[in-house]
Every structure is written in C-alpha cells, then in structure tokens.
C-alpha cells in the first residue's frame, strides 16, 4: 500500500497542482518530512518497545478549572475534564533514548512553521514527588490539574493532562489487593457524567448560550448510571460480556 506522500509525489510529478505545489512539496521533503520520520520513530519505538502490553486510558471529571482566562461567571464551579494513558514500562532507558531523539526533531519541525517570530520548542521542566518523575511544559498560570505532562516510576508511563490525577493514580497502583483481569475493561459512570453536563448547561446557559441540546443530552441520559464492559480472550476465540445499572429517573428543567 502507497504512503500519502508517495501518492503525492506521483500526482506532484503528473503535472497536478503546478509548479507552486511542486516547490512546496520539495520544501516539505527537505525540511520537514525527515523530522516528521524521526518523531514518528521515535513515538513507534516508546510505544512497542519501551511499554508493555497491559494499560489504560481513563478519562474523568475530577479536576478543579484553573482561573483561566474569559472564563464566565460560574466557571470556576463546573469539574475540570482529565484525561491519561497508563502503560507499563518494559525499558525505561530506551523511552529516554527515544525521547532525546524525538526532542531535536520536534524543535526542527517548530522552527520550519512560518511566523513572524521564530517558534521554539519550550525546555521541558522535571519535577520529583513521592517517587514519582514528571516532564511538564510551563502555562502561565498554576493548576496541577490542567498541565499536559508525562511521568514515570519504576513500572508506570503516565501521560495526560493533569499531573495530580498521574500523581493520584500511582498511589492508587501502590495499593495491594488489586488484581489484575485479563483483556479489555470499559467502565464509565454516567452519574459523574451528568454532573459534569448539568454544571456545564447551568454556566452556558447564564451567558445567554442555548442550551436546549444539552437538556435533551441530559434527558437521554436520565436512567443510565453505570456501564461495563469486558473483552478478553479464550483460546482461539473472544469473549466478551456487558453489564448495565439503572436508577429511577430525576428532571434536569
């Protein structure tokens, strides 16, 4: 199967798009394309190298909305999304090495984005705390829960939007008497769901924003609490099986 860039090449190279197209795409393949390969590596090689097969990705509402700037009246009070992936680490060493690779090639890429003034690639910060080593970028305000960074212990790679919800999660996983199941596992809460919707609507709706879609999200959504889900392998074959609880139905008007 042909690459996008080959296909592009060839239609470059029929004529299609004119000289000007031409000129771009060799710009592309001088100065962009080889720090596109090498991030692309690099991200491959941390991915099916450096991390084991067990994991997760996790998406809450348990973060605290930082004083971000235009933030309506209210804003403040509605739960801050996060999100993570947490892997098991099978090579800490070659995720540093691939990283120190990745960095150059990531500053190259910024650096060839036309602007009136150059782009650069912030340093990243490291910071230490009960065992755990977190890599952040600095935003100009203060919130441990909307700071998009990676950390790492012994076992864990941890990447995501909030360094207190990484730092929650491995004292979580020091915890003992928690056994592990094998497969896929899904469980979401719509309970926290519609908590999250119903402060949302609430603020939305005080700066004039029509909010009716999200009433009708939130009545849709009334007698579900909680789903799971599991997916896990048998031999030769896949099995799977769903669960669903209910509660009686509240108004949201």
Request: hydrophobic letters at 40%; one cysteine or more; proline letters at 6%.
């Amino acid at each position: 199967m042909k690459t996008a860039h080959a296909v592009a090449k060839e239609l470059v190279q029929a004529g299609v798009g004119g000289k000007q197209t031409a000129e771009a795409l060799k710009v592309a393949e001088q100065s962009i394309l080889p720090a596109v390969i090498d991030v692309y590596d690099g991200t491959k090689t941390i991915w099916q190298k450096g991390l084991g097969g067990d994991g997760a990705f996790i998406v809450d509402v348990g973060g605290r909305m930082p004083a971000l700037p235009g933030l309506p009246p209210g804003g403040q009070d509605v739960p801050l999304p996060r999100l993570a992936v947490v892997q098991e680490i099978k090579n800490r060493e070659l995720i540093g090495l691939s990283w120190q690779n990745m960095e150059p090639a990531l500053q190259r890429l910024m650096s060839s984005v036309p602007s009136a003034q150059p782009l650069e690639l912030p340093k990243a910060m490291r910071r230490e705390r009960d065992g755990v080593t977190s890599y952040v970028y600095a935003l100009p305000f203060e919130s441990e829960d909307l700071l998009p960074c990676v950390s790492l212990t012994e076992k864990w790679f941890m990447a995501g939007t909030s360094r207190g919800q990484q730092s929650q999660f491995e004292k979580n996983l020091r915890q003992p008497g928690s056994a592990l199941w094998p497969g896929m596992r899904v469980k979401m809460s719509f309970t926290k769901l519609r908590e999250f919707l119903r402060l949302f609507a609430t603020v939305r709706g005080q700066g004039g924003v029509d909010v009716s879609g999200l009433k009708k999200t939130l009545r849709w959504l009334e007698p579900l609490e909680l789903m799971e889900m599991r997916l896990w392998g048998d031999g030769d074959a896949g099995r799977g099986a769903m669960s669903w609880k209910m509660h009686d139905v509240v108004s949201y008007d």
